[in-house]
């Protein structure tokens, strides 16, 4: 769909087998996508989302494909309940060695001045707040183990903007910049962290009934034409390129590039290469 012309990412060989991932918002979209690949590959998977129903499916599908998965329905933002499902985890699958922070919302679209502050600051809650929540639970014991890595679900619209989407777009700046700082903190524990921007996608929050169904003339229905637009244009990105691209942050590949924002457009390789020739 894209219509950058550097070549598709390079699935590495690594094998995952005796690792264990956990995928926050892997009830559908590309949390799901990310969940399969990496089960498929090898690890245990732990699925995190606010629906039983699809959490259910996730793990059915991991399974019925030779996998070993465990869901717990929980809000990210909800503290207690995330520290619940952590514990799950631990206890069924293992200690924890991957960390994708998946799950977000939209939230409120509109003038900066109009939305709903409470609905404006919930964005900020479950996209930038989860992801903190998410971090301070593995991330001791990644510590003390010395090893693991956590892959923060970012997005362009935080690096540039997004207009009407404010609190999106602020969220995963803040994403970005949590990112950037938690890669020079933990670098000496041998744990990396990656923001990386998937691209737009046909899947996940654009598919929500919410957008989808938006009022002829509304802010929704002009951000959405927006987004059907990309997409039909070639400038939105495969699913399947990003679940390359996250597969390669798990597997290790990329770990070169700790503490980086790497949008699936990106040719990493041409990023890896300019790394070694500078270090020499």
Same mark, same amino acid.
């Given at each position: 769909?894209?219509?950058?012309?550097?070549?598709?990412?390079?699935?590495?060989?690594?094998?995952?087998?005796?690792?264990?991932?956990?995928?926050?918002?892997?009830?559908?979209?590309?949390?799901?996508? %990310?969940? @399969?690949?990496? +089960?498929?590959? /090898?690890?245990?998977?732990?699925?995190? $989302?606010?629906?039983? #129903?699809?959490? !259910?499916?996730? %793990?059915? @599908?991991?399974? +019925?494909?030779? /996998?070993?998965?465990?869901?717990?329905? $929980?809000?990210?933002? #909800?503290?207690? !309940?995330?520290?619940?499902?952590?514990?799950?985890?631990?206890?069924?699958?293992?200690?924890?060695?991957?960390?994708?922070?998946?799950?977000?919302?939209?939230?409120?679209?509109?003038?900066?001045?109009?939305?709903?502050?409470?609905?404006?600051?919930?964005?900020?809650?479950?996209?930038?707040?989860?992801?903190?929540?998410?971090?301070?639970?593995?991330?001791?014991?990644?510590?003390?183990?010395?090893?693991?890595?956590?892959?923060?679900?970012?997005?362009?619209?935080?690096?540039?903007?997004?207009?009407?989407?404010?609190?999106?777009?602020?969220?995963?700046?803040?994403?970005?910049?949590?990112?950037?700082?938690?890669?020079?903190?933990?670098?000496?524990?041998?744990?990396?962290?990656?923001?990386?921007?998937?691209?737009?996608?046909?899947?996940?929050?654009?598919?929500?009934?919410?957008?989808?169904?938006?009022?002829?003339?509304?802010?929704?229905?002009?951000?959405?034409?927006?987004?059907?637009?990309?997409?039909?244009?070639?400038?939105?990105?495969?699913?399947?390129?990003?679940?390359?691209?996250?597969?390669?942050?798990?597997?290790?590949?990329?770990?070169?590039?700790?503490?980086?924002?790497?949008?699936?457009?990106?040719?990493?390789?041409?990023?890896?290469?300019?790394?070694?020739?500078?270090?020499?």
């Amino acid at each position: 769909m894209s219509r950058h012309t550097h070549r598709p990412p390079r699935i590495p060989r690594r094998p995952l087998t005796g690792s264990v991932a956990l995928v926050t918002g892997g009830g559908r979209g590309i949390g799901r996508l %990310v969940a @399969l690949d990496v +089960a498929r590959a /090898g690890a245990r998977v732990g699925v995190i $989302a606010r629906s039983g #129903d699809e959490l !259910a499916e996730t %793990v059915r @599908l991991i399974e +019925a494909d030779g /996998g070993v998965s465990c869901a717990a329905v $929980a809000d990210v933002s #909800d503290q207690s !309940a995330f520290a619940s499902a952590v514990e799950r985890f631990r206890s069924v699958l293992g200690p924890i060695d991957v960390l994708v922070n998946n799950a977000g919302v939209v939230g409120p679209i509109g003038p900066a001045w109009e939305v709903d502050t409470a609905a404006w600051w919930r964005t900020m809650e479950v996209n930038l707040l989860g992801t903190v929540i998410g971090v301070q639970l593995v991330l001791p014991e990644m510590a003390r183990r010395r090893r693991g890595r956590v892959i923060n679900l970012a997005s362009q619209a935080g690096a540039h903007r997004w207009p009407l989407v404010s609190a999106y777009s602020v969220s995963k700046a803040s994403v970005q910049k949590f990112t950037e700082n938690l890669a020079r903190e933990t670098r000496r524990y041998g744990v990396s962290a990656f923001s990386v921007h998937p691209g737009l996608l046909p899947i996940g929050m654009t598919e929500s009934p919410d957008l989808a169904d938006a009022e002829p003339g509304s802010h929704i229905a002009h951000v959405m034409a927006w987004v059907e637009g990309e997409l039909r244009d070639g400038r939105g990105a495969e699913p399947a390129a990003a679940v390359a691209l996250i597969r390669r942050i798990v597997s290790g590949d990329l770990d070169a590039l700790s503490g980086q924002h790497i949008s699936v457009h990106d040719d990493v390789d041409a990023r890896l290469r300019e790394m070694t020739e500078e270090a020499s």
